[in-house]
């Protein structure tokens, strides 16, 4: 069983950055590839960003690619997404997630464990 929370979202003008880091708990943090989705309103929740369970593979969305890092931290047993260059539409709920599955992981149903989300508004 793991648990994630996720935290550091927040209000930022375009162009600006911000870190969300996502908390996990559970002694087998890093058996599991994790990634980061996002949902805006009225939208589907959608695939962000995927990194494997030693940190050294990663796979990202073609809509932040360049501008977004995923990178974790098996002792602390934390995983970050570093957002650059924010756009408007980068305004969703971020979740981080865990799975066991094949890589990559890009499909929400691949994942087994979701955090509650955190808010992340760009504005204009």
């Known amino acids: 069983q793991v648990q994630l929370v996720e935290s550091g979202g927040g209000l930022v003008q375009a162009g600006g950055s911000l870190r969300l880091s996502c908390a996990a708990s559970g002694r087998t943090f890093s058996s599991y590839a994790m990634g980061w989705f996002r949902q805006a309103p009225g939208k589907e929740r959608e695939f962000v960003t995927a990194?494997?369970?030693?940190?050294?593979?990663?796979y990202y969305a073609d809509s932040v690619k360049g501008r977004f890092t995923i990178s974790r931290d098996n002792a602390k047993n934390t995983v970050f997404l570093q957002m650059n260059s924010l756009k408007p539409e980068d305004t969703a709920v971020y979740y981080c997630?865990?799975?066991?599955?094949?890589?990559?992981?890009?499909?929400?149903?691949?994942?087994?464990?979701w955090g509650q989300g955190t808010q992340v508004t760009v504005s204009s």
């Open positions: 997630s865990a799975t066991g599955s094949s890589w990559p992981p890009v499909g929400r149903d691949e994942y087994d464990y």
């Open positions: 990194i494997g369970w030693t940190g050294s593979t990663t």
